[in-house]
């Protein structure tokens, strides 16, 4: 029994074996990303960048079909320029960041959907929003897996200065010349992993796997790693879920990680031990504990 | 005594609107020096233009010897997320940034600093506290240690105790000391001219120019303190005459 609905649909088919393994490799990567995003009160930053990778993909798909290649240096190149576009015009403008994130992310969008429309059909257009996690082939295996060790080695080396300037820009650009740097480096370490879940989830899905772990996390760890290291098992018990779910009752798999993890949001909103809804209403407990 | 900073006919401002007017003064080393004036007077612009933060609009502001690392700073509203799950071990020990720097080990020896650092400001056993659960009082103690293991030839303080309790206070006056009998520079920013008075040996009195600068006692006579006043409100009224002539 346990075997049929667990073990079996992953011993069977190659297919969700590969799934997984893409599933586990964005969820290492990702959502320690998302952590520092949700840190640093910037959760719909990662929305917009999202949005903002859409026409590089479609443009790479125009130039060379359903080439993971292409689409990834297209997703790059467009989520890097709508990130150093947006930040460029807050420095030289009196527009605030998010209005500029949100106005060239909207450009961006609204380009990339037409770019689909105009030249694919609309099952390509669904491929690009919602993924092909049940489709992912050996070189988009390999790929998401670099992208994942590079991410988290990255991160692993960026940890310190990150935290400052999340916890106290003002220290870092006193004590040192990285404020800047960091700023841009973890910019990239977005996108970079935003353009590799696109590949599995869709443009739309893949901010899911980044920010809801991460709000789950907040309500069982008060400190960095712990919150990572919670944020990474919600998100790859999710995605085995989710896969799980999508295989019983046939459903789009992408939605299902995501909603699943939905769920482990929602669960741990109410029950989680730091500042939950039960934390708060009974904050005795909490002390004792 | 040396000169560790000097003001050479300065003028420091925002949108180059001046709000600090040709100063001239000098700053010996090892000297403990307060900074006063009414609001508005350019108190906190002159500790950010040592930081560098701000760029003399004239004038130019001499550091000497003195490079980054030489520099602590305790900014008036530290922008501190209180939010972020950092603990007060962590955020203390960032004040070893100059020998860890972004990618380094924290030694054992580093870490015994850091404790004794923290044990110094009388912070002992909150070491694993997380800094969003700290009082106003606790938090300026944690910025203490960590200006303490930063280890500057010159600490600038920018209004340190304001909103602090009493025994705070009185405890981070000492650790001021300590820093003046170790023979460092400190500049802070003050209100308190009692405290000024029993605690700071120099005074530079600011009012957009300078008023006055020297021993504490000849600096904070009433009379000055009447000059700044007067220099102030006539600036802040428009039309206006500037600074001196007014008074």
């Known amino acids: 029994m346990i075997w049929d609905a667990i073990i079996a ?6 297919f969700m074996r590969r799934a997984l393994l893409g599933c586990v490799a964005i969820s290492l990567g990702a959502t320690p990303v998302g952590v520092f995003l949700m840190l ?28 993971l290649g292409a689409m990834t240096i297209g997703g790059l190149i467009a989520g890097m320029a709508v990130a150093l576009a947006s930040g460029f015009v807050t420095r030289v403008t009196a527009l605030r960041e998010d209005a500029s994130l949100a106005a060239f992310y909207l450009i961006s969008l609204a380009l990339g959907v037409l770019i689909v429309s105009t030249r694919g059909s609309n099952v390509d257009l669904m491929h690009i929003l ?10 988009a295996l390999i790929l998401l897996c670099s992208i994942t060790s590079i991410s988290v080695f990255t991160l692993a ?3 310190r200065p990150l935290v400052l300037e999340c916890a106290d820009p003002q220290f870092l650009k006193s004590v040192s010349g990285l404020s800047a740097v960091t700023h841009f480096t973890f910019l990239s370490l977005v996108v970079v992993n935003l353009v590799a879940g696109f590949q599995a989830l869709g443009t739309l899905m893949a901010v899911g796997i980044m920010i809801l772990p991460a709000a789950a996390a907040r309500f069982w760890a008060n400190n960095i790693g712990g919150l990572i290291v919670v944020a990474v098992t919600v998100a790859i018990l999710s995605s085995v879920a989710g896969l799980l779910l ?5 459903l789009p798999s992408g939605p299902s990680i995501i909603l699943v993890t939905g769920i482990a949001y929602g669960v741990s909103m109410f029950f989680g031990p730091v500042g939950s809804v039960i934390a708060q209403a009974f904050p005795r407990a909490q002390i004792n504990s | 005594m040396n000169t560790v900073v000097s003001f050479e006919n300065l003028t420091l401002g925002y949108d180059r609107l001046p709000a600090i007017q040709q100063l001239e003064a000098e700053i010996s080393e090892g000297s403990l020096t307060a900074i006063v004036g009414p609001n508005g007077a350019g108190k906190s612009t002159l500790l950010k233009g040592v930081t560098g933060a701000l760029s003399p609009l004239e004038g130019k502001i001499n550091l000497g010897s003195l490079t980054r690392d030489d520099i602590a700073y305790l900014p008036q509203q530290s922008d501190i997320d209180r939010s972020f799950p950092l603990s007060v071990l962590d955020l203390v020990s960032m004040g070893l940034w100059q020998h860890i720097g972004a990618f380094g080990h924290l030694s054992k020896s580093m870490r015994g600093r850091v404790s004794e650092a923290i044990s110094a400001v009388g912070l002992t056993g909150l070491e694993n506290r997380p800094i969003g659960s700290l009082s106003g009082g606790q938090m300026q103690r944690v910025l203490f240690a960590r200006l303490l293991l930063q280890d500057a030839r010159l600490v600038l303080l920018d209004e340190p105790f304001t909103a602090i309790d009493a025994r705070t206070t009185a405890d981070l006056v000492e650790i001021i000391h300590r820093w003046h009998d170790e023979g460092r520079t400190v500049i802070a920013v003050l209100h308190d001219y009692d405290s000024v008075r029993t605690n700071f040996p120099d005074t530079l009195m600011l009012a957009r120019e300078l008023v006055a600068h020297g021993p504490t006692q000849n600096v904070l006579t009433a009379e000055n303190q009447f000059k700044a006043r007067q220099m102030c409100e006539a600036c802040a009224s428009t039309p206006h005459v500037c600074g001196k002539d007014a008074a």
């Open chain 1, 9 to 14: 649909p992953f011993a069977d088919f190659g």
């Open chain 1, 40 to 67: 640093r009160r910037m959760s719909l930053t990662g929305d917009a960048m999202a949005h903002a990778i859409l026409p590089g993909a479609a443009v790479g798909f125009l130039v060379s079909g359903l080439s």
């Open chain 1, 130 to 139: 919602f993924g092909t996690v049940l489709a992912l082939d050996n070189a």
């Open chain 1, 157 to 159: 080396l960026f940890l």
């Open chain 1, 246 to 250: 999508s295989y019983h009752f046939s």
